[in-house]
């Protein structure tokens, strides 16, 4: 089974900072993956599909890249709202879906 | 509107079977898979596993096999995760998701607001 693993597991910074999380897979997995952002007692949200496609409604300061086995989120300009734990997420053909550890950033 | 709706928080002592359920609308429920993720006490994702409701084609994760059944009641849009014997680690909480196909991949649009389910003697 492919693995996720993210980097780093926290960080603290700053409103304004520019922020990069990282998602290795344990094999490549072309572009099906996902990010998703989680706040505290609330259901996850899709942030960006096909490693680099922003969903719908998603702020354009956030992005995606990456393709085969490393992956990134970036967040251009750290907002208030933006506090949060970040998931990577990818799919493979037979339905079967994975989720990495997670990245928490907080307030620095 | 899409929306997932679920159950209410449960609380189970160990041994004691559950159903919980997951009520889809603002689509049609019986063209798109339906999931379920569960969250342990302040730790991360997991999938559990999956289930088309046209025709209930399930598919589960390794970690989840045996453990759990995933049904659906198309004739109330309503997809259900079920437990025969709880145990003190299924605690956790539990979320419905509907997978959405880009062209490309799935990747989980909508969920719903997620169950409590706590198990305790």
């Known amino acids: 089974a492919i693995q996720l693993t993210q980097s780093p597991s926290s960080l603290s910074a700053s409103v304004g900072d520019r922020v990069t999380i990282t998602c290795r897979a344990s094999q490549g997995i072309s572009s099906a993956l996902a990010w998703y952002q989680q706040k505290p007692g609330k259901a996850p949200k899709l942030l960006i599909y096909d490693a680099s496609s922003l969903e719908s409604g998603v702020p354009s300061r956030f992005s995606g890249s990456g393709s085969g086995t490393d992956f990134t989120l970036t967040i251009s300009s750290l907002q208030p709202e933006d506090f949060a734990t970040y998931y990577c997420?990818?799919?493979?053909?037979?339905?079967?879906?994975?989720f990495g550890p997670g990245t928490k950033v907080d307030i620095k | 509107e899409v929306q997932l709706v679920q159950s209410g928080a449960e609380v189970k002592k160990p041994g004691e079977s559950l159903k919980i359920s997951c009520k889809g609308s603002?689509?049609?429920?019986?063209?798109?898979?339906i999931g379920w993720v569960r969250q342990m006490p302040g730790k991360g994702l997991e999938w559990m596993g999956i289930?088309?409701?046209?025709?209930?084609?399930?598919r589960y994760s390794p970690s989840f096999q045996g453990q759990v059944t995933i049904s659906a009641d198309k004739s109330i849009s309503t997809a259900y995760l079920q437990w025969s014997s709880l145990k003190a680690s299924d605690t956790a909480m539990y979320y419905c998701v509907r997978p959405l196909y880009s062209g490309s991949y799935y990747y989980f649009d909508y969920w719903g607001q997620g169950t409590l389910v706590t198990v305790s003697s």
């Open positions: 997420q990818q799919f493979n053909s037979y339905l079967l879906f994975t």
């Open positions: 289930i088309y409701p046209g025709d209930s084609d399930t």
């Open positions: 603002g689509y049609s429920f019986t063209s798109y898979w």
